[in-house]
């Protein structure tokens, strides 16, 4: 069974950071692009960042987490990560990590897995 599970997530001050980690398991996702989405309450889903395929592969950000977020896996590991920092009250929402097999990375119907959810909170 394909299971993607976030973690780190959690209430932090404005200008703080959080490390979002989201492990896999039930298939080998090297060759996959791997996402990062969120979704804040009243809003639609939004794309936030993706790597492609394998270990240094092209990272991609959205305009507005671009210079803060970073995104980064550990094929080893079956786990991928997005470091945040500088975090603003703007950046809280539900965030999801996604995989996909191809197609492009900011589009979410390209991703068929995907995990629970984590919440950031960030208070201003």
């Known amino acids: 069974q394909v299971q993607l599970v976030e973690s780190g997530g959690g209430l932090v001050q404005a200008g703080g950071s959080l490390r979002l980690s989201c492990a896999t398991s039930?298939?080998?996702?090297?060759?996959?692009?791997m996402g990062w989405f969120r979704q804040a309450p009243g809003k639609e889903r939004e794309f936030v960042a993706a790597?492609?395929?394998?270990?240094?592969?092209?990272?991609y950000y959205a305009d507005s987490v671009k210079g803060r977020f970073t995104i980064s896996r550990d094929n080893a590991k079956n786990t991928f990560y997005l470091q945040m920092n500088s975090l603003k009250p703007e950046d809280t929402a539900a965030y999801y990590c996604?995989?996909?097999?191809?197609?492009?990375?900011?589009?979410?119907?390209?991703?068929?897995?995907w995990g629970q959810g984590t919440q950031v909170t960030v208070s201003s």
């Open positions: 790597i492609i395929r394998r270990s240094g592969g092209s990272t």
């Open positions: 039930g298939r080998t996702f090297s060759t996959y692009t």
């Open positions: 996604a995989a996909a097999p191809g197609g492009s990375y900011d589009y979410a119907p390209n991703y068929v897995h």
